[in-house]
């Protein structure tokens, strides 16, 4: 019994993070981002934020998620290339198990010399909440860890 206690506290414990992935696209001229959510946090976070019930990932999904995800994001999530701030496009979600997928671009990037990252999104209901960026420009790779205590960083390319 005493050895099902520490097992037992250790499963209790729930984790906050998230991973965005910021690649850009040369050829293109794109921005392609990908944010990995966990769909239960992102869900309660956006019913309180928006005083609603999404319902996501359900057959009652609201008709506005998509949109209320997206004003969220907007609120939560910037990105400045070169010192210009700029807006991205949703282009979708899906789900995958207890898992959100965001899909967010910007369009008309001739190049990167620096982007700076701010990533706030569920740090208002989780404090702990963890915020892992991934970032692939001119096939250099670089890492942020955005926290309460830290949610925006500059990378210079």
């Not at 293109?28 to 981002?33: G, K």
């Not at 998620?65 to 290339?81: G, N, P, W």
Request: charged share 30%; no cysteine.
């Amino acid at each position: 019994m005493l050895l099902l206690l520490p097992l037992l506290s250790f499963s209790l414990h729930k984790e906050y993070y998230s991973l965005t992935k910021i690649d850009y696209n040369q050829k293109e001229e794109t921005v392609q981002i990908t944010m990995k959510l966990f769909t239960n946090d992102m869900e309660l976070v956006l019913n309180k934020h928006f005083n609603k019930v999404l319902e996501l990932d359900t057959q009652i999904e609201i008709a506005e998620a998509d949109h209320l995800l997206e004003t969220y994001l907007k609120q939560k999530f910037t990105i400045a290339i070169d010192d210009v701030q700029l807006n991205y496009s949703f282009i979708g979600k899906e789900f995958e198990k207890d898992a959100l997928f965001v899909y967010l671009e910007i369009k008309k990037i001739k190049q990167i010399h620096q982007i700076e990252i701010q990533a706030a999104m569920l740090i208002e209901e989780f404090p702990e909440q963890e915020n892992i960026i991934k970032v692939n420009i001119n096939e250099q790779r670089k890492s942020l860890f955005l926290t309460n205590r830290n949610d925006k960083a500059l990378l210079k390319f």
